[in-house]
């Protein structure tokens, strides 16, 4: 995959709040083009594979049961740099480190609930694009 895309995705807490519009529009506002959109769930043993990268973590057994408590709108995103920008667009993994204007800023609940995932490099996006999305899903 080009190195201009990155993987990203909206957590429950954030499609329960009805911010998918808001959210979709800062990243677009931002630059991004969406490349693949949908919303879906995930399985708790789904969301265990998602994350296994963080199985050894404390959170991990938190974090599986949260991000199967409710709809995910996973997108392939394309930018210049845009696994870089988008980490910066989204602000730190605690609502409360998150700089103002950042995406977590405005919708995060917690460190967990925290509104959005971003890919942390270009390797990571591509294995996360390809677990939500088929080459026929691209655009
Ligand atoms: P993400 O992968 O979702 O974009 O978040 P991140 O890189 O900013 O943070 P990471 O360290 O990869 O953690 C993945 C997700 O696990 C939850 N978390 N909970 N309770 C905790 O201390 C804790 N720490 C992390 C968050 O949902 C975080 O985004
Ligand atoms: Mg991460």
Do not use: W
Not at 6 to 33: S, Y
Not at 37 to 66: Q, V, W
Not at 76 to 100: C, H, M, Q, S
Not at 118 to 136: K, P
């Amino acid at each position: 995959m080009a190195t201009n895309r990155t993987f990203t995705m909206i957590k429950p807490d954030a499609t329960g709040a009805n911010n998918v519009g808001a959210i979709t529009k800062m990243i677009e506002e931002a630059g991004f083009r969406i490349i693949a959109m949908k919303k879906t769930a995930l399985s708790k043993e789904l969301a265990g594979k998602f994350y296994a990268i963080h199985k050894e973590r404390p959170f991990y057994n938190d974090l599986c049961a949260y991000m199967s408590s409710g709809a995910i709108v996973p997108m392939i995103l394309e930018k210049d740099n845009a696994v870089e920008d988008f980490r910066k667009l989204i602000g730190a993994t605690d609502p409360a480190k998150a700089a103002p204007g950042t995406i977590r800023n405005l919708f995060a609940k917690s460190i967990e609930a925290n509104a959005i995932h971003g890919s942390d490099s270009d390797e990571n996006a591509a294995i996360e694009g390809a677990f939500f999305f088929s080459q026929f899903e691209q655009f």
